[in-house]
Structures are given as C-alpha cells and as structure tokens.
C-alpha cells in the first residue's frame, strides 16, 4: 500500500495491511497507523487468480483506533476504504 500527500512537503510513505474484507466498492483494511481521512492511496488489491495484486485508487472513508495495544500514540487501526473509478 502506498500513500501520498500533497502539498508543499510532499511525502510518499509504502507498507503492508491486512484486508478485512473487500466488497466492488471497497475495503477494511488494519493497519499500524491511521492515515487522513478522505487522503488518496494507492493500494494493490489481492486476486484469487493472480500472485500479484491489481493497482487501484482508494479514498480513506473512516478509521477506528483499536482498544488495546501501545499507548504512545502509535497502534492498530481499522481503515475503512472506498474504491475510487
């Protein structure tokens, strides 16, 4: 998964998520940290008949801070995520 921002300090940041579930119109997505809302992303999105994923784009909708885990700030999330066409 891929996230950028733009703006004057521009910043590309890649990593990993777990999906969740994932519909024509989305997905749910944990991650270790909370991107913005309505941010744009690029993220590759599993196949059942492909080893690789199919890029596409995704509006940040929601995110949901887990209860448990460390308290710095820093944790779990869940992020929910609508397909972009």
Not at 19 to 48: F, R, W, Y
Not at 52 to 75: C, S
């Amino acid at each position: 998964m891929t996230t950028q921002v733009d703006g004057p300090s521009d910043s590309v940041r890649s990593g990993k998520a777990l999906s969740l579930n994932i519909s024509s119109g989305g997905m749910l997505v944990l991650m270790d940290h909370a991107p913005e809302v309505e941010q744009v992303i690029k993220v590759l999105v599993p196949t059942p008949t492909s080893l690789a994923g199919t890029p596409t784009l995704a509006e940040v909708r929601w995110t949901r801070r887990l209860p448990f885990g460390r308290q710095n700030g820093q944790g779990t999330y869940f992020v929910g995520l609508k397909f972009i066409f």
